[in-house]
């Protein structure tokens, strides 16, 4: 049988057994909305770089955990020394060659819990995603493959910080923000096989890395802490319809959770005046058409554009517009208006036009 399909096959089971496994634990506990920044508790610190602990999904003084070393400790990021050994581009590790990607992705800005021995700490930043198999239906050594992990982070002044069977009870936060699926291939069979994590600290950023591996496919997440830059203009109505009388259409930089149709609370304002421009023209009617960059599946992003171009109508008729008023296309990734090469580009391209119906 080949192994990139038994490796799909025994990740499809994962998932599809997850949610009964999670209710016979009793593991109910519901995900946060992934536009509501997690509290710091009071008195505490954030963590430097973009790293923060969700308290809200666990206790404020979790109970201690033992270590690798069998001794408990309390993971102290400033334990990990800093780092300025000289670094390729990202994702900076490699497979070796005995190994081969089966599925990857790559997002510029997203979370992923990490393992850290006693607690899981969330990553906000770029995430890099891969699943591998052995190639040519190779052995899999996993141990061979933890080994070139630890060289290739000492090598770059970083260090483990955990290893070992991640605790039920904290890989429960997977579920959180749809990670386990969006992440499926890179966080590997977590809930049955030994991970280990590993931290290159720098002055300007932290590099995060998961690994899980077992006898038939492996995946890692690498993640690189940075803040959240917002691509979204807010366009006043007055600018709207000023495009729409000259050019006949004006696209809206709308910010949606990840990979979803959600409408993030920061691109509210600008819906806000979409509804104003429709007030002051009763007699305008739109079409609200969808379009993404080039990432991921053409098919998922077509799908994609369709769904958040229908959530805009939907806000805009809850605000009391009238539906006959408005139509929702999506385009997919086939109308690009800048260069899918560079990440200015893609976030061009991940707009929401209106366009004045004829």
């Known amino acids: 049988m080949n192994r990139h399909v038994t490796a799909r096959a025994y990740r499809a089971a994962i998932i599809t057994l997850l949610p009964f496994a999670l209710v016979a634990c009793g593991g109910d506990t519901p995900a946060p909305s992934a536009d509501v920044a997690a509290p710091v508790p009071s008195g505490a610190e954030a963590p430097p770089n973009g790293s923060t602990d969700l308290p809200a999904a666990l206790p404020a003084e979790p109970e201690p955990i033992e270590s690798v070393s069998g001794e408990v400790d309390r993971f102290d990021i400033e334990s990990v020394p800093l780092s300025d050994e000289p670094l390729g581009a990202?994702?900076?590790?490699?497979?070796?060659?005995?190994?081969?990607?089966?599925?990857?992705?790559?997002?510029?800005?997203?979370?992923?819990?990490?393992?850290?021995?006693?607690?899981?700490?969330?990553?906000?930043?770029?995430?890099?995603?891969?699943?591998?198999?052995?190639?040519?239906?190779?052995?899999?050594?996993?141990?061979?493959?933890?080994?070139?992990?630890?060289?290739?982070?000492?090598?770059?002044?970083?260090?483990?910080?955990?290893?070992?069977?991640?605790?039920?009870?904290?890989?429960?936060?997977?579920?959180?923000?749809?990670?386990?699926?969006?992440?499926?291939?890179?966080?590997?069979?977590?809930?049955n096989d030994q991970a280990s994590t590993y931290l290159i600290r720098r002055t300007d950023r932290d590099i995060w890395v998961h690994l899980s591996t077992n006898n038939i496919f492996g995946g890692w997440i690498i993640a690189e802490t940075q803040a959240f830059a917002p691509t979204a203009k807010l366009l006043p109505a007055s600018e709207l319809k000023q495009q729409l009388d000259t050019a006949g259409k004006v696209a809206l930089q709308v910010n949606f959770a990840t990979d979803k149709a959600e409408i993030l609370p920061d691109s509210r304002p600008q819906i806000e005046q979409v509804v104003q421009l429709l007030k002051d023209d009763p007699a305008l009617e739109l079409s609200v058409n969808g379009h993404t960059d080039?990432?991921?599946?053409?098919?998922?992003?077509?799908?994609?554009?369709?769904?958040?171009?229908?959530?805009?109508?939907?806000?805009?008729?809850?605000?009391?517009?009238?539906?006959?008023?408005?139509?929702?296309?999506?385009?997919?990734?086939?109308?690009?208006?800048?260069?899918?090469?560079?990440?200015?580009?893609?976030?061009?391209?991940?707009?929401?036009?209106?366009?004045?119906?004829?």
């Open 90 to 191: 990202f994702p900076y590790l490699a497979l070796p060659p005995e190994l081969e990607i089966s599925e990857e992705r790559t997002l510029e800005f997203d979370h992923f819990p990490f393992w850290v021995g006693d607690r899981m700490v969330w990553v906000e930043g770029k995430v890099y995603s891969a699943g591998f198999v052995g190639v040519d239906d190779q052995e899999f050594s996993p141990l061979a493959l933890r080994r070139n992990v630890e060289s290739m982070v000492a090598a770059a002044g970083g260090r483990k910080v955990a290893e070992g069977r991640i605790p039920a009870a904290m890989t429960e936060q997977y579920e959180q923000d749809d990670v386990a699926v969006r992440y499926v291939d890179g966080k590997g069979d977590v809930y």
């Open 294 to 358: 080039n990432t991921g599946h053409a098919d998922q992003n077509q799908q994609l554009s369709e769904a958040r171009a229908a959530s805009v109508v939907a806000m805009l008729v809850a605000r009391g517009i009238k539906a006959d008023r408005l139509d929702s296309k999506g385009f997919g990734q086939d109308q690009p208006v800048a260069d899918n090469g560079s990440e200015e580009g893609k976030a061009r391209n991940r707009r929401v036009e209106l366009v004045k119906a004829s």
